[in-house]
């Protein structure tokens, strides 16, 4: 056990719907990461979050949003959903930008 | 372009015999290095990690790495397989300096014969 929490494990929705992830970190982990795995895609970075403010963006499209609260879980919004956005997405966390994440178990959305 | 390449997708071995998974970077400094592998419906565990000194560095679960600046490489290595280190294995580098973002190789499925 990582120590990262995320919820819920797993998620079907349909076309257009709007989903939320959500992702404890582990206790004292100020910096909140969000990936995105597929097959054709391998393990994509998606943004990261120290401390309640963003502070790095990667290939996170914009209909995707997250946001990490003062008690520093995090959430990742999937809005207009799309087959494509059929993945599993990870969160991790690490106490801060010099030492190594740590990952939760994943949550694995389907999009019908 | 940064880049961290894991040139093999799958590799077969025989249980109890030896296991080595290539990483190569391509970074303008040296960056951190780490391992990591993914049970089947799991999440990503740490195996080891390299930050700077001996360029040996032994993980969990009897892994081990060595790292090659002169080639850019970090191997995992372990002397013998067991069936149940049957997995995906990911290596991800993070560059030295700016924003501290792992990125991964596409990893290795590592499949173990009996």
């Known amino acids: 056990d990582s120590g990262v929490t995320q919820t819920p494990k797993h998620l079907i929705t349909a076309t257009g719907q709007r989903v939320t992830l959500r992702c404890s970190p582990r206790?004292?982990?100020?910096?909140v990461y969000w990936y995105q795995q597929s097959l054709d895609q391998g393990l994509q970075f998606l943004i990261q979050?120290?401390?309640?403010?963003?502070?790095a963006k990667g290939n996170i499209l914009e209909r995707f949003s997250a946001q990490q609260f003062p008690d520093l879980h995090s959430e990742l919004n999937l809005s207009s959903l799309e087959l494509g956005d059929s993945a599993l997405y990870f969160c991790?966390?690490?106490?801060?930008?010099?030492?190594?994440?740590?990952f939760g178990q994943g949550t694995r959305l389907t999009v019908v | 372009a940064q880049s961290v390449t894991q040139p093999d997708i799958h590799i077969t071995v025989s249980e109890g015999a030896s296991l080595e998974l290539r990483c190569n970077y391509s970074?303008?400094?040296?960056?951190?290095l780490f391992w990591y592998v993914q049970s089947p419906g799991q999440g990503l565990q740490l195996l080891l990690k390299?930050?700077?000194?001996?360029?040996l560095v032994q993980g969990i679960k009897g892994f081990e790495a060595e790292f090659k600046r002169s080639q850019s490489s970090f191997n995992l290595r372990k002397p013998s397989v067991h069936w149940s280190d049957a997995a995906e294995y990911f290596c991800?580098?993070?560059?030295?300096?700016?924003?501290?973002?792992?990125?991964f190789g596409r990893g290795t499925s590592l499949i173990v014969h009996p």
């Open positions: 991790a966390s690490s106490v801060d930008s010099n030492t190594e994440a740590f």
């Open positions: 970074y303008g400094a040296t960056p951190y």
């Open positions: 390299y930050f700077s000194g001996d360029t």
């Open positions: 206790s004292g982990d100020l910096s």
């Open positions: 979050y120290y401390n309640g403010e963003e502070r």
């Open positions: 991800a580098v993070v560059p030295f300096g700016g924003s501290y973002i792992p990125t």
